[in-house]
C-alpha cells in the first residue's frame, strides 16, 4: 500500500527488456481464476524508473475481477508483459522546462521520469505540479520529496483540493491547478513543454486551461487514466 486504496506491484524486469522514463506497459493475467468484460489484461504506465532493478506499476484499487486477482497473487506468479510502449517521455531540448501536470494516480509517468532525471543528473527544469483530494490519497509523495532535495533542477508544488476528514495535515498549496497557480511558479506560460496525466476530466481541463493561456497543442502532451 502506497497510499489510501492505492497498491504499488513490483515484478522482475526480464533480461534485456528496456524501455523509457514515462512509457507504458500491458499486464495479462494468465489463468486467472475470475474475468469481467475487460479481460484478463490491463495496460500500466511504468512507475520505475529504467535504471531501477525491478518493474513497477502502481494502481487505485477497485472491486474489479483483475485487481481481485492481481492483489491476492502469491509471491513469484507469472504474468504476460507486453511492451514497452507510448511516447510520454521527456523531450530532449533541454533550453526548455518541462512543466508536469498530475492528478492522483497520474502521477506514476512522473515519478518514473524525475527519478530518470535525477539518476542521470539531466539539466533539464522540470516542475511537477500534483493535485490529490487529501494527503492520504497522494502516492509516492515523500519520495518525491526526497528527488525534489537531491535535484536542483527540480520543483514540486503539491496541492490538496478537498482535506476535509485527512488523516494527516497540510501546510502546502489548497486548490485545485489553474492559470494562476502555474503563472505563480512559472510565469510565463508559453514557454514550457506540458505533460498532462490524470482522470480525463482533469486531462480535459488543464488542456483548455493551457490553450487559453496561448499554449499551443503541440507543446501539449497527455495520457488518461480511466477506470482506475
Same mark, same amino acid.
Given at each position: 500500500?502506497?497510499?489510501?486504496?492505492?497498491?504499488?506491484?513490483?515484478?522482475?524486469?526480464?533480461?534485456?527488456?528496456? =524501455? /523509457?522514463?514515462?512509457?507504458?506497459?500491458?499486464?495479462?493475467?494468465?489463468?486467472?481464476?475470475?474475468?469481467?468484460?475487460?479481460? /484478463?489484461g490491463?495496460?500500466?504506465?511504468?512507475?520505475?524508473?529504467? =535504471?531501477?532493478?525491478?518493474?513497477?506499476?502502481?494502481?487505485?484499487?477497485?472491486?474489479?475481477?483483475?485487481?481481485?486477482?492481481?492483489?491476492?497473487?502469491?509471491?513469484?506468479?507469472?504474468?504476460?508483459?507486453?511492451?514497452?510502449?507510448?511516447?510520454?517521455?521527456?523531450h530532449d531540448?533541454?533550453?526548455?522546462?518541462?512543466?508536469?501536470?498530475?492528478?492522483?494516480?497520474?502521477?506514476?509517468?512522473?515519478?518514473?521520469?524525475?527519478?530518470?532525471?535525477?539518476?542521470?543528473?539531466?539539466?533539464?527544469?522540470?516542475?511537477?505540479?500534483?493535485?490529490?483530494?487529501?494527503?492520504?490519497?497522494?502516492?509516492?509523495?515523500?519520495?518525491?520529496?526526497?528527488?525534489?532535495?537531491?535535484?536542483?533542477?527540480?520543483?514540486?508544488?503539491?496541492?490538496?483540493?478537498?482535506?476535509?476528514?485527512?488523516?494527516?495535515?497540510?501546510r502546502?498549496?489548497?486548490?485545485?491547478?489553474?492559470?494562476?497557480?502555474?503563472?505563480?511558479?512559472i510565469?510565463?506560460?508559453?514557454?514550457?513543454? =506540458?505533460?498532462?496525466?490524470?482522470?480525463?476530466a482533469?486531462?480535459?481541463?488543464?488542456?483548455?486551461?493551457?490553450?487559453?493561456?496561448?499554449?499551443?497543442?503541440?507543446?501539449?502532451?497527455?495520457?488518461e487514466?480511466?477506470? =482506475?
Amino acid at each position: 500500500m502506497i497510499a489510501e486504496q492505492t497498491m504499488a506491484f513490483h515484478f522482475e524486469k526480464p533480461s534485456g527488456f528496456e =524501455y /523509457k522514463a514515462g512509457q507504458f506497459i500491458r499486464l495479462t493475467l494468465i489463468e486467472p481464476p475470475e474475468t469481467d468484460d475487460e479481460g /484478463k489484461g490491463r495496460t500500466f504506465t511504468l512507475a520505475s524508473a529504467p =535504471y531501477e532493478e525491478d518493474l513497477m506499476v502502481a494502481t487505485r484499487i477497485r472491486p474489479t475481477a483483475f485487481k481481485r486477482v492481481l492483489t491476492t497473487m502469491p509471491l513469484g506468479a507469472e504474468v504476460t508483459l507486453g511492451g514497452p510502449f507510448g511516447s510520454f517521455v521527456l523531450h530532449d531540448d533541454a533550453a526548455r522546462p518541462a512543466v508536469f501536470l498530475a492528478g492522483g494516480i497520474g502521477i506514476t509517468p512522473f515519478r518514473s521520469i524525475v527519478s530518470q532525471a535525477t539518476k542521470s543528473k539531466l539539466p533539464h527544469h522540470l516542475l511537477l505540479f500534483y493535485s490529490n483530494h487529501r494527503t492520504d490519497d497522494a502516492a509516492f509523495l515523500d519520495e518525491i520529496k526526497e528527488l525534489e532535495e537531491e535535484n536542483p533542477n527540480f520543483s514540486l508544488i503539491a496541492t490538496m483540493t478537498e482535506m476535509k476528514g485527512s488523516n494527516h495535515p497540510w501546510r502546502g498549496e489548497t486548490g485545485h491547478v489553474d492559470k494562476k497557480m502555474l503563472a505563480r511558479f512559472i510565469g510565463n506560460l508559453i514557454g514550457p513543454i =506540458y505533460y498532462a496525466a490524470g482522470p480525463p476530466a482533469m486531462v480535459t481541463a488543464m488542456r483548455e486551461m493551457l490553450n487559453n493561456a496561448g499554449a499551443s497543442e503541440d507543446v501539449i502532451r497527455f495520457e488518461e487514466f480511466s477506470g =482506475y
